[in-house]
């Protein structure tokens, strides 16, 4: 997880969120993220 945090924090920075995103924003993002991509790997492997 930590490489992915790092990868957050450069694109969180690099845009006008920068200072608004909160941590829990951070993980109400990457629970969301976590679950598009579930949805869109279920979907392509079958």
Same mark, same amino acid.
């Given at each position: #997880?930590? %490489?992915? %945090? =790092? %990868? !957050? =924090?450069?694109? &969180? &920075?690099?845009?006008?969120?920068?200072? +608004? #995103?909160? $941590? *829990?924003? *951070? %993980? $109400? /993002?990457? $629970? !969301? /993220? &976590?679950? @598009? @991509?579930? @949805?869109? +790997?279920?979907? *392509?492997?079958?």
């Amino acid at each position: #997880m930590g %490489e992915h %945090e =790092k %990868e !957050w =924090k450069a694109l &969180a &920075a690099s845009t006008p969120f920068h200072g +608004i #995103m909160s $941590l *829990y924003d *951070y %993980e $109400l /993002v990457s $629970l !969301w /993220v &976590a679950e @598009l @991509l579930s @949805l869109f +790997i279920a979907r *392509y492997d079958n």
